[in-house]
């Protein structure tokens, strides 16, 4: 499974979803958690590719099912995936501060501060009218563990269509798109705001390492910008912009997350 692959069979299946059911089957499928699941798939393969044991990723490869509920200084919640470490054991431990005060957390903070996290998040409908609310979501997860765990070390990929699918023909039973031109500057600049959180006494709502995948399903093979003179060239980025997409891109997320983990463990 590689990049490429995943968001090839997202497109199929959410083509096909549209021509035998509409936009509520499109909405359907999304929400069953099958095209997200093929991107967590591909992260994990690519953690194995860098040298990662693949005994160490929860959940384990090719399911979804066995995510670790990790405990931060707001709420415990469920990580997409996590990759547990070898030199130290999971250690039961009373919660005593804050909203958690009175839970219990299975793993303990030591044990915690050294996994590696990478969430998975999508918006693939209504970029611009529910972005507030989904920011505030991605640095709310990485404020809530880095201000329990400073040291652990956090990723995220969020992927966006360069081009939405069109509600209106959706309905219709047929394939249209509607251009996100503005949208996809606003993602860049916000996720760059996010990226290369290097000291660990600061910038608790940042990560280790964002992705910002932006896909053009509008071709039979869909593309991955990973370079700003495409976005550029093809009307999303002007040319004195200061959004960028080169730190962004999907082949720097897992050497960047794993040398920063080498770096603090």
């Known amino acids: 499974m590689n990049i490429n692959i995943a968001v090839q069979e997202i497109k199929n299946l959410l083509e096909k979803s549209i021509i035998e059911g509409g936009q509520q089957a499109k909405i359907n499928l999304i929400r069953s958690q099958r095209p997200i699941n093929l991107i967590h798939n591909t992260v994990k393969y690519e953690l194995v590719k860098n040298g990662v044991n693949p005994d160490n990723i929860k959940p384990p490869l090719d399911q979804s099912k066995g995510e670790l509920k990790l405990a931060g200084f707001m709420k415990q919640k469920n990580q997409d995936i996590c990759v547990i470490p070898e030199d130290i054991s999971p ?116 990560y280790e390492k964002v992705c910002l995948l932006v896909v053009d399903f509008t071709k039979e093979k869909p593309k991955i910008y990973d370079n700003d003179e495409e976005l550029i060239k093809d009307g999303f980025l002007s040319e004195n912009s200061s959004a960028s997409i080169e730190d962004l891109s999907f082949d720097k997320l897992i050497p960047s997350l794993l040398k920063e983990y080498e770096n603090r463990f």
Do not use: W
């Open 91 to 206: 250690q039961k431990e009373e919660l005593d501060f804050g909203p958690l005060y009175g839970k219990r957390d299975k793993y303990g903070k030591d044990f915690t501060e050294k996994i590696l996290s990478i969430n998975v998040r999508s918006q693939l409908s209504s970029l611009a009218k529910n972005f507030d609310t989904l920011y505030e979501r991605t640095f709310a997860e990485s404020l809530n563990l880095h201000l329990r765990c400073p040291k652990m070390v956090l990723g995220e990929v969020y992927m966006i269509p360069a081009y939405e699918y069109d509600t209106k023909k959706a309905k219709k039973k047929e394939i249209g798109f509607v251009k996100s031109t503005s949208s996809v500057a606003k993602y860049l600049k916000s996720f760059q705001a996010i990226n290369n959180r290097r000291k660990t006494s600061k910038d608790e709502f940042k």
